[in-house]
């Protein structure tokens, strides 16, 4: 009995943590987007969604969206119009693409931007 007290323990080796690329926070990929396009009047909403990793409730796994290095994303402006004049409150609207909505693509500080299906532009972020 005491033989397998006196037994050393072996520890369990700590799992490998993933390298998790760190990306640009939402409000630096916004600016730089509003720097160049120009900033939608009556902004009601701002979504910024990098395709990344994910588990759905269900338990079905998506991969990372990532296309020759460029982690692949979306940005939409929820802007908001009064459909007449007497409205009390806002409807919103999703403008069209390259104005209130672009495709985008982050590697380092770079986003590249797509628009209809062709890249428009690479922009230099601040981080």
Not at 49 to 68: C, F, I, Q, R
Not at 114 to 127: F, P, S
Request: hydrophobic share 35%.
């Amino acid at each position: 009995m005491n033989e397998l007290q006196n037994k050393p323990k072996s520890k369990a080796r700590p799992p490998k943590r993933e390298v998790k690329t760190s990306f640009p926070t939402d409000r630096a990929i916004l600016n730089a987007l509003y720097s160049h396009y120009g900033e939608p009047e009556n902004i009601v909403k701002e979504k910024v969604k990098l395709y990344k990793n994910y588990t759905n409730p269900a338990g079905h796994s998506s991969p990372d969206w990532v296309v020759d290095g460029w982690q692949q994303g979306r940005v939409t402006v929820f802007t908001g119009h009064k459909v007449n004049q007497d409205d009390l409150f806002f409807t919103t609207k999703i403008q069209k693409e390259g104005v209130g909505t672009w495709f985008i693509a982050i590697k380092d500080n770079e986003l590249k931007v797509i628009i209809g299906g062709q890249v428009d532009t690479i922009l230099e972020m601040a981080v």
